[in-house]
C-alpha cells in the first residue's frame, strides 16, 4: 500500500509492561536498552538485576522521609506508537517510536504517582539515518559530513506526534528523554546545581546527536547527578527544571543511569569521577561492570539491519509523499525545526 498526497499521519499507541516477564514483540527494536537486555540466556536475571538497580537508585536520590531506603519501586511501562500506512486506516502500520513511561509506587502513602515519559528513546527511522544514510553519504571521506536535511523526516514524525490528539489523550506532560553524553566532545562543569538532578555541565558546541534532537523540537541540558560518576544529558521541551517533580526527575536518572551503567559502564560505571573539564571515553580500562549481559557487538549489527528495514519498509515505498508532508509541516510550524 503507498501513502497518498496530502497525507495526514494516524498513530497509534500500547503499553507493554517492562518486568520480569517481558519479552520484546516483533516490531521492537532489538538493539534498545530494554530489549537487549530481555534475550538470551540470561534475560530472566538481567531483568531481575535491572530492576532492582533501578529502585536502588530511585530511593537513593529520594531520601527524605525514606529512613529504611525502600519507600518507593518504579513501574515501567514501553509506549510503542505507530503510523498507519494505510490511507482507509486499515491498520498497516509501522513502528515509529518507542519510548518509555514511569509510574512511582510509593510504599508508604499507597499511592501510585505519575513518572516522566519518554527516558529511552528507540527509533527505526534514526536507525536508517545513523545506520544508512550518514555511513553511506561519508563513504570515502576523512572527515565526517552531514548530509543536507538529515534527520528532517524524523523530527517531523516526532513532532507531529506530540502534537497528535493521540499524544493529548494519553499523556499530561511533554517527554523527557535522557541519554549518554557524547565521546567525542568535551564537558565543563559549571557552579549551577540543582537539588535532585545535581551539578550542571555545559560544552562549546552540540553533538550530532544533539543537533538531531534540535530538529525532534528537543533542547538539551547535561547534569551529574550526587553519587553518578559522569553527566547526563537531559532532551526536553519547555523547562526541564519547572515542569518536572524532584520524583518525577528521579525516575528519569534512575531508570537511564542503569541502563547507561550496563551499557555504557566506561562512561556511568568508571571508578573515577568527571572533573571539572570532562571528556567521556569508551576505550578507558578503569570501570567496573555490573554482571548484566549486553552484547553491544550484536546491537551495533542490527543497528544497520534495522535501518535497513525502515529504508525498505517505510521510506522507499513512501518518499514522495512523506517528503511533500515533512516540508509541508515544516512550513506550517513557521520553519521551526
Known amino acids: 500500500m503507498r501513502l497518498i498526497s496530502p497525507y495526514s499521519p494516524a498513530f497509534s499507541v500500547e503499553r507493554t509492561r517492562f518486568d520480569v516477564d517481558y519479552r520484546p514483540s516483533g516490531n521492537t527494536r532489538l538493539t534498545t536498552n530494554f530489549a537487549n537486555l530481555a534475550r538470551g540466556e540470561s534475560r530472566e536475571q538481567n531483568l531481575r538485576n535491572a530492576l532492582r538497580m533501578i529502585d536502588n537508585r530511585f530511593n537513593e536520590l529520594a531520601h527524605w522521609d525514606n529512613e529504611d531506603g525502600d519507600r518507593y519501586s518504579l513501574d515501567l511501562d514501553i509506549v510503542s506508537v505507530e503510523v498507519d500506512l494505510d490511507e482507509h ?72 506526534f506530540l502534537r497528535s490528539d493521540v499524544y493529548a489523550q494519553h499523556f499530561s506532560k511533554r517527554p523527557v528523554i535522557c541519554l549518554s553524553v557524547s565521546s567525542e566532545k568535551t564537558y565543563h562543569r559549571t557552579d549551577n546545581r540543582h537539588p535532585v538532578l545535581g551539578v550542571e555541565y555545559r560544552q562549546d558546541e552540540f553533538s550530532l546527536t544533539d543537533e538531531y534532537f534540535a530538529k525532534m523540537g528537543m533542547q538539551v541540558r547535561y547534569f551529574m ?77 542490527l543497528a544497520v539491519e534495522q535501518g535497513r528495514f525502515a529504508e525498505e519498509r517505510f521510506i522507499e515505498p513512501h518518499r514522495e509523499v512523506l517528503e511533500e508532508w515533512s516540508s509541508r509541516f515544516r512550513e506550517q510550524q513557521g520553519g521551526q525545526s
Do not use: W
Not at 101 to 123: L, Y
Open 89 to 160: 486506516g486499515a491498520g498497516d502500520g509501522f513502528p515509529i517510536i518507542e519510548i518509555l513511561q514511569t509510574t512511582i509506587v510509593d510504599r508508604v502513602a499507597g499511592a501510585r504517582i505519575p513518572g516522566v515519559v519518554g527516558n529511552n528513546f528507540s527509533s527505526y527511522v534514526r536507525d536508517y539515518d545513523f545506520s544508512v544514510v550518514l555511513p553511506a553519504h561519508n563513504e570515502g571521506r576523512s572527515d565526517l559530513v552531514v548530509p543536507a536535511g538529515f534527520g528532517e523526516l524524523h523530527g517531523t514524525l516526532f513532532q507531529s
Open 225 to 301: 547527578p550526587a553519587g553518578s560518576v559522569a553527566p547526563l544529558a537531559f532532551y526536553f521541551i519547555g523547562d526541564l527544571l519547572s515542569d518536572c517533580t524532584n520524583l518525577e526527575l528521579i525516575s528519569t536518572i534512575s531508570t537511564m543511569e542503569t541502563f547507561q551503567k550496563i551499557y555504557r559502564p566506561e562512561i556511568y560505571n568508571a571508578n573515577s569521577v568527571a572533573g571539572k573539564r570532562y571528556r567521556p571515553s569508551l576505550s578507558t580500562a578503569d570501570y567496573s561492570t555490573t554482571r548484566i549481559v549486553y552484547d553491544r557487538v550484536d546491537r551495533s549489527r
